[in-house]
């Protein structure tokens, strides 16, 4: 019987192994990747628990990892075929730490390859070393989230490590993938609502002690929850877990839960169930625009925490690459729901006001403007419809069509509210890019006169007096 191999922090490691992973720590900051490669291989060797050095070596990895298409396929074959993975069961057999380090090695040349990280996950569930079987599946779902087959796996491990919010996220990174995983798509279901009785604590005892209460208590006391305290509202809540427990496609239930969500703020718990709802509705749109609603505040809320992670470390490349990512993912998604709208009612303006502003917003331009231009039919929203068309021909560099569209906007507009004030301050900033500078002036003090704090108007005016 191999001797276990203990999972170990930093603060933990033996004062020669703690020397190495300083050198390697200086070797990334200086670029080189390949030799803080070999000494994370070199820790790696006295403790393979250090799981640290692991995530090191592979990010490393990636950013040397230079394979052309042939190679990398070449690479997919050799695995695929079954003979080096063989042979490293074959070393892992025999000795464990011996097949850690082979797999290292080979992960060097192929970081992200789901045939090598799906056999440290393995051989790391066997030793009992959970945080080296997570990180091995993790690496699958960022390097190569096509893999839904470890995907599947990752979710599951999760789930036997009572960790349903992970879970849930892994399922939704597969439903992304293959929106038509019915397994996912339930598993993702089943493990939020897991989640949410975890963490409001109407698990087990919980939930029993609530079904009694809820056979004890009135449903008129609590039937409006904007009279309801919040405590009473958590009460509310584990009453309804315990009969969504007992059937899950009560669409009454399930709408009055995601309700609730809703009402704390809990934005992911809000969306999951009112998606349901959806579903067991038969297609309601109220509820579908709902569960759209949730999704989109979750996204301002992850993009707002980004911002703030980034305002406190500047010039953190990380965060800078993850709050680009995160916003393109989400602007790519509002399209696409904003697209399958108009699909179903190609005649509503609003739908297409909505998918304009999406377009734009993920900056293709030249789509959004079509479709802003059948939006102006609809006079309710037709001055916003007209500043967007207005911010589209800007970014194309058409300024003088811009202009006129923003001119037009500005005839709809009477008092000096916020709208007429963006309308003014961008027909302003076109303008100075005319280079018409007496006009832009002038839109400038048409704000300047009545909102002296609005964005940079003061300055503007005063410099344009000043200069005089």
């Given at each position: ?217 009135k449903e008129a006391e609590d ?27 009560n669409l009454a239930v399930v ?107 993920s900056g293709d331009y030249n ?102």
């Open positions: 019987m191999s001797e276990p191999i203990p999972e170990i922090l930093e603060g933990q490691l033996p004062q020669s192994v703690r020397t190495l992973w300083l050198k390697s720590l200086s070797a990334v900051e200086l670029k080189n990747y390949s030799y803080a490669v070999s000494l994370c291989q070199a820790i790696l060797k006295d403790t393979p628990g250090f799981v640290e050095a692991r995530k090191l070596a592979r990010r490393c990895a990636m950013k040397t990892a230079v394979l052309g298409k042939k190679k990398a396929n070449a690479v997919t074959q050799m695995f695929s075929s079954g003979a080096s993975v063989s042979k490293l069961q074959g070393i892992i057999k025999k000795d464990v730490r011996s097949g850690l380090i082979a797999i290292e090695k080979e992960l060097e040349k192929d970081p992200s390859s789901g045939t090598l990280n799906d056999l440290l996950f393995d051989t790391a569930v066997q030793e009992n070393m959970p945080e080296t079987a997570t990180f091995a599946l993790e690496t699958v779902r960022k390097g190569s989230p096509e893999n839904t087959k470890l995907l599947h796996k990752l979710a599951g491990y999760y789930l036997a490590r009572d960790m349903p919010q992970e879970a849930a996220d892994v399922y939704r990174d597969i439903i992304k993938q293959d929106p038509t995983d019915i397994d996912a798509v339930k598993g993702e279901k089943d493990s939020s609502a897991r989640a949410s009785m975890k963490s409001g604590g109407w698990e087990s005892g919980g939930l029993e002690s609530s079904k009694k209460d809820a056979d004890a208590e039937s409006e929850r904007a009279g309801m305290t919040r405590d009473q509202k958590k009460e509310k809540l584990a009453r309804l877990m315990a009969e969504y427990q007992a059937d899950n496609n709408k009055e839960i995601g309700a609730i969500y809703e009402d704390f703020g809990y934005w992911p718990d809000a969306h999951v169930f009112y998606s349901w709802a959806y579903k067991l509705s038969h297609s309601d749109t109220t509820l579908k625009n709902k569960a759209e609603d949730m999704k989109n505040r979750d996204a301002d809320e992850q993009i707002k925490k980004l911002e703030e992670k980034l305002e406190a470390e500047p010039g953190n490349a990380d965060l800078e690459k993850e709050l680009l990512e995160f916003r393109q993912e989400r602007s790519k998604g509002a399209v696409k729901d904003a697209q399958l709208r108009v699909d179903q009612n190609p005649t509503d303006p609003q739908l297409r006001f909505d998918l304009g502003l999406a377009l734009y917003n789509g959004a403007i079509p479709h802003l231009q059948q939006a102006k039919r609809n006079p309710h929203i037709r001055t916003r419809v007209l500043l967007t068309l207005g911010r589209s021909f800007d970014a194309k560099g058409m300024y003088d069509i811009a202009n006129s569209q923003l001119k037009e906007a500005l005839e709809d507009l009477h008092a000096m509210d916020g709208t007429k004030k963006e309308v003014l301050y961008l027909m302003g900033v076109i303008c100075k890019k005319m280079d018409n500078h007496d006009e832009a002036l002038q839109c400038f003090k048409e704000i300047y006169e009545v909102d002296y704090g609005y964005l940079d108007v003061a300055k503007r005016v005063e410099e344009a007096y000043d200069s005089k």
